[in-house]
């Protein structure tokens, strides 16, 4: 999908279309968004920017690594966005994938294999003082989002964490386990992505090759900040989350040894009137054999050591 969008000094956004784009000079101060381009479409883009295909197909790879690479007439700063989709039972995963901006003198280009909220935000005017004229400070911009949607989705694995928790207290099964390995993996598909950025960010500072102005260096202090934020939370959690699961993993075994347990003393109680019921009813001789109280011997003798052994296993916490 190409999008191409117009953002005035007001922040009103309007759309362009693609195919009335004639020539390159006619994408000065516009932003072309692709979203899981096709070659064809990636081809197009290609011709009319003059920028090469691979650096528009590097962010449709979902292992690229967060880098900035510079090129004679524009540069590609790569950094990850963390995704969420909700799955079966009102579960949701998270990960990354890579977003990429290509800053080119009189126009910007996005890339992305999904659509995300991020840019769609800014497709739709939600985003203050935004300006297709000001590039630096909508890449800057779309950063800063991309920190905060982080520490979002972080609050949201926390609460999620801990509703999974407190159905575990009482679960022996593995479903819960597996959400928490799942919150785990999230976790740490953040914390890799959110080194990269910080990285980036650190690059972006020192650069030159991209004009900043104060205000876009203040903004770019502020990714800094909620990144290195989101970064300690997503440390944080995942360590939380490491020491959670070893423990509800000994929970879920202990649920299921005091079951075993219990079936155990179970089995032994019942073993006990079998055992009797088949010594009174061997074909040789027993006690009271073809007498009245013979039977009335038999349970006495079935139910008292049952008693016998049941306030014992009780005493022992075995029953």
């Keep these: 999908m190409i999008q191409v969008f117009y953002a005035d000094e007001q922040g009103s956004v309007s759309e362009v279309s693609f195919d ?19 070659d064809k479409e990636i081809e197009s883009v290609s011709r009319l920017t003059e920028i090469e295909e691979d650096i528009l197909k590097a962010p449709l790879d979902d292992e690229e690594r ?19 989709e909700e799955e079966e039972g009102s579960y949701y995963s998270y990960y990354t994938l890579p977003l990429g901006f290509v800053m080119v003198r009189d126009f910007v280009v996005t890339v992305s294999l999904k659509e995300t909220t991020i840019l769609r935000d800014f497709a739709l005017g939600r985003v203050k003082t935004f300006s297709t004229h ?10 800063y989002s991309t920190s905060t949607k982080y520490l ?11 509703r999974i928790q407190s159905e575990l207290k009482k679960s022996t099964k593995n479903k819960e386990l597996i959400q928490l390995l799942d919150l785990e993996n999230s976790l ?9 950025n910080d990285m980036i960010i650190n690059k972006l500072t020192k650069t030159k090759l991209i004009d900043k102005y104060e205000e876009d260096e203040e903004l770019l202090e502020d ?24 423990a509800y993993a000994s929970v879920i075994g202990n649920n299921q040894n005091n079951i075993m347990k219990i079936l155990t003393s179970v089995t032994l109680m ?3 009137p079998t055992l009797v019921s088949g010594i009174w009813g061997m074909n040789t001789w027993v006690p009271g054999q073809q007498k009245w109280w013979g039977f ?12 016998i052994v049941g306030i014992v296993l009780h005493k022992k916490k075995l029953l």
């Design 20 to 38: 009335t784009l004639k020539s390159k000079a006619e994408l000065n101060n516009k932003w072309v968004n692709l979203v899981n381009p096709t």
């Design 188 to 196: 740490v598909y953040f914390s890799t992505s959110l080194k990269g």
């Design 66 to 84: 967060s880098r900035i690479e510079h090129e004679d007439d524009y540069s590609l700063v790569l950094f990850d966005i963390p995704i969420i």
């Design 134 to 143: 000001k590039r630096t400070r909508f890449l800057f911009q779309a950063m």
């Design 152 to 162: 979002q989705y972080l609050k949201q694995i926390d609460k999620a964490s801990g």
């Design 223 to 246: 990714v800094k900040i909620e990144t290195q934020q989101a970064m300690e939370m997503a440390s944080m959690y995942t360590a939380i989350l490491a020491s959670t699961m070893d």
């Design 270 to 272: 019942l073993s006990i």
């Design 296 to 307: 009335a011997i038999a349970i006495g003798v079935i139910v008292t050591t049952c008693c």
